[in-house]
């Protein structure tokens, strides 16, 4: 059981919904936030008692603080946040353009910081609390962009959260909060929708374990990361990827 209030943003789809789910499984109180309302009001169970929705857009700062301010109102207290919403960008190098890159940086990058910077106050007033945000192992491996793949605006943004989770977690440390990422190999969600069978068959030949991941496998990181079992854990990057960039 845990019994923990926890803000999970990206709840609509993917792995926030796996990860929205299996809190709930577990008798955490859940703030579900995504951009996408009517697709988290479909497949999350409105009206559970434990549960409450929120949508819209990460990167906009009054809404971060209303997100902190309705579920301190709704269950009395903020343990943690998990931060898995983020937007896709597939351009290739020569096809990126100012627009598409700051739109990127301002919701994966900007909208992180908004985020954990509201949920940092009040864990900061009770001297403990557990952030978790989301990288991408394609930070590693340089992804392109193109068929699928996380092209230089998106990859660059998921750089970024490795640096955002370090600066955050020197400055909120001394308060108690603790502040890690979660970097993600390639997972069946809808991120991946437009690799080709091919593409699939390929990349799949650099995971050890021959398959991509789960939802579940890696909402599970971020579950371990908040929980007291990971109370030494902090500015730490966990890698789930099924072995697919180590050698
Ligand atoms: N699927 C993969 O292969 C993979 C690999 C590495 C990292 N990741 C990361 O995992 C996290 C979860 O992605 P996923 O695979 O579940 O994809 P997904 O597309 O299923 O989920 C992403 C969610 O973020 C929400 N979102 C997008 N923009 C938003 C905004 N401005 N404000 C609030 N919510 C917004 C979307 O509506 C969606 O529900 C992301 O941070 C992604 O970058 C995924």
């Not at 019994?3 to 990206?10: A, N, R, S």
């Not at 977690?169 to 969600?189: C, F, K, Q, W, Y």
């Not at 991120?191 to 699939?200: A, G, H, L, W």
Request: some cysteine.
């Amino acid at each position: 059981m845990t019994d923990q209030t926890v803000i999970v943003t990206g709840a609509a789809s993917g792995i926030g919904l796996a990860c929205a789910k299996l809190l709930l499984a577990r008798g955490a109180r859940v703030t579900a936030f995504d951009i996408a309302g009517e697709k988290m009001a479909q497949n999350l169970p409105v009206g559970e008692a434990n549960l409450h929705l929120i949508a819209g857009d990460v990167s906009e700062p009054s809404l971060c603080q209303q997100v902190v301010a309705e579920t301190l109102a709704q269950f009395g207290g903020l343990d943690a946040l998990i931060h898995w919403g983020a937007a896709h960008s597939m351009a290739r190098w020569d096809e990126l353009g100012a627009e598409e890159c700051n739109r990127i940086m301002e919701i994966n990058v900007t909208g992180t910081f908004l985020i954990a910077q509201a949920a940092a106050k009040p864990m900061i007033e009770q001297g403990k609390g557990a952030i978790v945000l989301c990288t991408s192992t394609s930070v590693l491996y340089g992804g392109t962009g193109g068929q699928g793949q996380g092209g230089p605006a998106y990859i660059a943004s998921k750089g970024a959260v490795i640096a955002l989770t370090r600066s955050l977690a020197r400055a909120l440390g001394p308060d108690g909060v603790r502040v890690n990422a979660v970097s993600p190999g390639i997972t069946e969600t809808a991120m991946i929708k437009d690799y080709s069978e091919e593409q699939r068959e390929a990349m799949k030949q650099r995971f050890p374990l021959g398959r991509f991941a789960d939802p579940e496998e890696i909402a599970a990181a971020g579950l371990y990361l908040i929980s007291d079992q990971a109370s030494f854990m902090t500015g730490e990057t966990m890698h789930v990827n099924g072995g697919s960039n180590f050698g």
